[in-house]
């Protein structure tokens, strides 16, 4: 077996099983096999996977487990050569996979790899490449010092922002929502550390990796990262779990410091938690008062481009949502420059989905599409015939 992959999923249907509609494009004509792990969702996954994707290694847990321990569980049963962590809010180019196990197979001294990571916007995501959060790069993070100066290889050095974004490069922090490791490495530095429940375990295993002598490597390749779709970030337990995995790496790599430098850093990451939690208390109350916090739904316009088969369905749906809509026929062949060859400049207060037809285009030409002039207020969203669901990074519809 070349590949295994490894997909934690909590509540995320739709975004899920995009996902495996993208990987098993991806895949094909390689040795693989796709085991997804539910962490108890209430929202059907476990039922829309049995009936849909036989083909993939399903284990239903009766509990959240947590990232760490749900992916060494798939992790101690898989057979690959290679072990790939993945999101359920990602897409994945066709060509992204074997792209990746090439370059894996060319440099046996790489001990991870992670990829270019797009936003729905078709930004690159920072979070693609980052340094380990040593103590005073924690600092220049935490003090705001890494915003302000992104492409200085000290002050910046959490994002690595100084490195290429279109060729390979060595970086140090692998992201856990692409991270590409062999059984090699695993059996030689361990699996994911489970005292992290979610967030922080990437950096630690990135970490062990380096310490084991091997190198971590960025590659261009692209995928779609919907950040955020996977948690709700906006809860208190996200607060207080991220920033607790802070403290567990920090105890962990750097307890040896003394109090001059441990002191200070501790004190940041209660700060840091206490301002965030202000954040999200002072978000619900505004909710609660009933003062606008999200997008009006006048303010979002959509644009369908797919056969005309797809054209008439998303009709019918916008239609039954009220959705502010434009259509039109097209494929990869007949509009290749896809809503580059129609979309009218979109306001500032505006936003505009563009959602693809995901049988008339491949996930590499769409991902392309939205990286040749990223905006942010236009934003990548699919259908397909098979899910009969619009998803985009706000919402799903159908």
């Known amino acids: 077996m070349k590949l295994s992959i490894i997909i934690v999923s909590y509540n995320v249907k739709h975004y899920v099983e995009q996902c495996l509609m993208s990987v098993a494009r991806a895949v094909q004509g390689m040795e693989a096999e796709v085991f997804v792990v539910d962490n108890h969702s209430h929202d059907g996954t476990v039922e829309l996977l049995r009936e849909r994707y036989p083909w993939v290694r399903l284990i239903e847990s009766n509990h959240n487990l947590g990232f760490s321990r749900a992916n060494n569980l798939a992790i101690s049963q898989s057979q690959g050569e290679y072990v790939l962590l993945l999101n359920p809010d990602t897409i994945v180019g066709e060509s992204v996979l074997s792209s990746v196990v090439g370059f894996m197979d060319e440099h046996p001294d790489a001990g991870a790899l992670g990829v ?49 974004w279109d060729v390979a490069g060595e970086m140090e922090v692998v992201s856990g929502a692409f991270f590409l490791t062999t059984r090699a490495i695993i059996n030689k530095v361990g699996m994911l550390d489970e005292d992290f429940f979610m967030y922080g375990e990437d950096i630690d295993w990135s970490y062990r990796i380096l310490k084991g002598g091997h190198h971590n490597w960025y590659y261009p390749s692209q995928i779609l990262h919907y950040k ?44 840091r938690a206490t301002l965030a939690l202000a954040g999200t ?33 998303c009709r019918q749906i916008a239609r039954r949502r009220g959705l502010r809509a434009q259509f039109a026929v097209g494929n990869a062949t007949t509009l290749p420059l896809g809503h580059h060859a129609l979309a009218q400049p979109v306001k500032s207060d505006e936003c505009l989905f563009v959602v693809y037809d995901a049988d008339a285009y491949s996930y590499d030409q769409m ?32």
């Open 367 to 398: 991902l392309a599409l939205m990286a040749r002039q990223p905006q942010p207020n236009v934003q990548l969203g699919t259908y397909s015939m098979l899910t009969k669901t619009i998803i985009t990074q706000r919402e799903t519809l159908s």
């Open 281 to 313: 208390l002072l978000l619900r109350l505004r909710k609660m008062m009933g003062f606008a916090v999200d997008q009006p739904a006048n303010d979002l316009s959509y644009l369908f481009i797919g056969s005309e088969e797809m054209i008439g369905e």
């Open 228 to 271: 955020g779709e996977s948690t709700q970030k906006s809860s208190f337990r996200y607060v207080h779990v991220f920033y607790d995995a802070m403290l567990i790496f920090f105890r962990k790599h750097y307890s040896q410091l003394s109090l001059f430098i441990s002191l200070p850093i501790r004190l940041a990451i209660f700060v």
């Open 116 to 164: 270019k990571m797009l936003q729905s916007d078709g930004q690159a995501a920072r979070e693609s490449r980052r340094g380990l959060p040593t103590p005073l790069t924690a600092f220049y993070k935490m003090t705001g010092l890494c915003r302000r100066f992104p492409r200085h290889p000290r002050l910046g050095h959490y994002y690595m922002s100084d490195m290429p």
